[in-house]
């Protein structure tokens, strides 16, 4: 079975400072992706950055970037230059396997301090 | 609208209520899926449609019935639920199901439900 682990409940960052958020994750399948998802106070979950396990070059979406260890089952996201906005719930999800089904953490509760 | 819309946003309801969770994808997806939501819980799947075919059910109790009349559209009915079935209820929406989950899951905004 997948599973997915965030250990971190809530951090905390510096506007302007870069944080990183981390997860692992535990599977037998080969091929499969990893996805970051953000989901503000107002509740909307929003896609971040997605990663396809078989790339080995490291994700990246403007400020957000993920260190992906395949062989330690790491996905860690890293902000960068850190604003209010980035204030949400961070979700880490794995899909693999046969059809669609995503695992997700419990999710890390980050706050970005003015 | 775009993307992935649900309504209504808030309900509270009895136990011996029935009411319905509707949701729409206007991304031309053919793939919908039903998530719960509970605090300091993963997000726990309920069910998947894939052409409106349901090709997934989490072992979810026969109170909640999902309907899903076109790859657009799918519904949560619900009836004579119980006080912890109070969670905010995702849809989320995807190209399809093909395997090795290379379809990234659009989620809507949520239904946060209270059960009395």
């Known amino acids: 079975a997948q599973t997915v682990t965030q250990s971190q409940p809530e951090m905390s960052v510096q506007e302007a400072e870069t944080v990183t958020l981390s997860c692992t994750y535990d599977t037998s399948e080969s091929n499969y992706y990893l996805f970051w998802y953000k989901q503000p106070p107002s509740r909307q979950m929003i896609l971040v950055i997605r990663q396809e396990a078989y790339k080995q070059q490291n994700a990246t979406e403007n400020r957000f970037s993920v260190n992906f260890q395949k062989a330690a089952k790491s996905f860690s996201l890293k902000i960068s230059d850190s604003q209010l906005g980035d204030t949400a719930m961070y979700f880490c999800?794995?899909?693999?396997?046969?059809?669609?089904?995503?695992?997700f953490g419990t999710g890390t509760s980050l706050t970005v301090i003015p | 609208e775009t993307g992935v819309t649900q309504t209504p946003r808030h309900l509270v309801m009895g136990m011996t209520n029935k009411k319905s969770l509707k949701c729409e994808q206007h991304l031309g997806h053919n793939a919908m899926y039903w998530y719960k939501q509970s605090a300091k819980k993963p997000l726990e799947l309920m069910f998947v449609y894939n052409f409106k075919e349901q090709t997934e059910n989490n072992s979810v109790p026969s109170r909640f019935s999902p309907e899903c009349p076109n790859s657009s559209h799918l519904f949560l009915h619900l009836h004579t639920l119980q006080p912890e079935d109070s969670a905010l209820y995702l849809c989320?929406?995807?190209?399809?199901?093909?395997?090795?989950?290379?379809?990234?899951?659009?989620f809507g905004p949520g239904t946060r439900l209270l059960v009395l």
């Open positions: 989320a929406s995807s190209q399809g199901t093909s395997g090795s989950g290379q379809e990234t899951q659009y």
């Open positions: 999800a794995f899909s693999g396997g046969t059809g669609n089904q995503f695992y």
